[in-house]
């Protein structure tokens, strides 16, 4: 683990593999990168593996400001730091989110995307989903809890300007509706789906071998022969 001074912020980063094109993992909310250790353990025999505690996740610094557009520029600027762009981006959750943004705004850092059960708006998610999202909330006060009620506030439409590899993955009884990843899928140009069954919003990340094979193929079309 180290840190590095981004925007004013010690954010906490690891690094795991030393052969392989580059790969930035990104966690959900409430969580840091040691949510996803045990798939990028398998992703390094392949790859350069990145992994980022978000402001205000993990043993990186508080801001008031913990926007998802704010992780955004600090993800651009840790790349741009570290040299390692552009790179293939695997984002899960508020992490997916993340990506999108980044991929908005900085496209040159991006080489591909893999979207693990991404959302556009708090109104894409099932009544069910954010109920229990309004209870934290209302039990915590976490400001990470307000941050799935209030955004993010991304335009189906700008997803056109993403023209990368794309893979949308969801979990069969995810967070929000099947139709809300079709449409993801439909508007990203390189876009692609995947309905892992009998998953839901995070168990084909935590504890399942259900995502890693697809996923060290879909990084592998971006390696050079």
Known sequence: MATLTIHGLELWHDTLGTQGSPVLMLHGNGEDHRSLLPLARRLARHHVVHLLDSRNHGRSGRHADCSYAAMARDTAAFIDAQGTGPLAIVGFSDGAII??????????????????????????????????????????QDPLMQLMLTQPDIPLAELRRIDVPAWV?????????????????????????????????????????????????????????
Do not use: M
């Open 99 to 140: 990506a999108l943004l980044l991929a908005l705004a900085r496209p040159e850092l991006v080489t591909r995307l893999a979207l693990l059960g991404p959302n556009l708006s708090p109104a894409d998610f099932k009544p069910e989903a954010r109920a229990w999202i309004e209870s934290q909330w209302a039990a915590t």
């Open 169 to 225: 993955v969801a979990g069969e009884d995810d967070a929000c509706p099947r139709s809300v990843f079709e449409a993801i899928a439909a508007h990203l140009p390189q876009g692609r789906l995947s309905v892992l069954p009998g998953h839901d919003h995070a168990s084909y990340i935590f504890g399942s071998d259900a995502l890693a094979k697809p996923l060290r193929a879909f990084l592998a079309e971006g390696q050079p022969a």
